[in-house]
């Protein structure tokens, strides 16, 4: 039987220590490939490029740089790189920080895996929930676990996990968690250029978050376990439907969805 193949991607960059600890963590498991941008591109969210052309940089074998985004990575990656054998699973990571709650919309590391799910691979991302000081070896020893287990099984093509795994400790356990709620805070500094114009920082810096029983940042904050968040990409909110259908817009009659 051959290997399975292994795409990994990120959005620190392909030579970001936390990438080169996914590689080595999965790399016994199958035909690692490596397709990352070739600068930091963290909060990027799922940003493609559509405007102007990408270049893809071989490194070394198997292994690309994209002067893109993580989303552009993945696209090219399953789309041209590996068209001819598609990854059996991608795994984007490992992030140096946080991927917790509402960070999934900001975060290009789970951009990537997010892609690779649209296009039918089954998808993990991986960050380490750490600041000023990263130990990936935990972290690592948790993807290579997961990953084993994963290429065990047949998988949902669009299957997207979204790992956090707490720093400084060596976790002894997990927890399948709900995304929960935090904040960083609500601030914009507000400096001046050397000419006079004004320019601006967003984003805070005062972590807090809400206590929410079952949730990604209560496991690895409180309880010092990994967690493992199940993603889909359906945002419709099913709840809003039936409200909605409730309102009453002057000169225009509701109609039914097409098959309801």
């Known amino acids: 039987m051959p290997k399975p193949r292994i795409l990994v991607s990120n959005d620190d960059g392909y030579f970001s220590e936390g990438l080169q600890a996914l590689v080595e963590a999965v790399s016994p498991l199958g035909e690692v490939w490596v397709v990352a941008p070739d600068r930091e591109q963290s909060a990027a969210s799922h940003a493609i490029s559509l405007h102007r052309p990408l270049r893809i940089k071989e490194v070394r074998e198997r292994w690309f740089a994209v002067d893109g985004t993580p989303t552009d990575c993945a696209y090219l990656a399953i789309v041209h790189l590996l068209k001819d054998a598609r ?8 992030n140096h920080g946080s991927n917790l709650a509402e960070d999934v919309t900001y975060s290009g590391t789970v951009a990537a895996a997010m892609e690779g799910a649209l296009l039918g691979i089954p998808a993990i991302a991986f960050s380490l929930v750490a600041r000023g000081t990263f130990d990936f070896a935990p972290a690592a020893r948790f993807a290579r676990s997961i990953v084993t287990t994963a290429l065990e099984r047949p998988l949902p093509p669009r299957m997207l996990l979204n790992v956090n795994i707490p720093g400084g400790v ?3 356990g997990y927890s399948v968690t709900r995304l929960g709620r935090h904040s960083y805070g609500y601030s914009v500094v507000e400096k001046e250029d050397p000419r006079g114009r004004k320019y601006y920082w967003i984003g805070g810096s005062e ?8 949730s990604d940042c209560n496991a690895v904050h409180l309880g010092r376990r990994v967690s493992v968040t199940p993603l889909h990409l359906d945002l419709t909110d099913h709840g809003r439907l039936e409200d909605l259908g409730g309102w009453s817009l002057q000169g225009y009659a509701r109609h039914e969805p097409d098959g309801a």
Not at 207 to 214: A, L
């Open 87 to 94: 990854p059996t699973l991608m795994v984007s990571g490992i």
């Open 207 to 214: 972590y807090q978050h809400e206590d929410i029983p079952g």
């Open 170 to 172: 060596e976790p002894d």
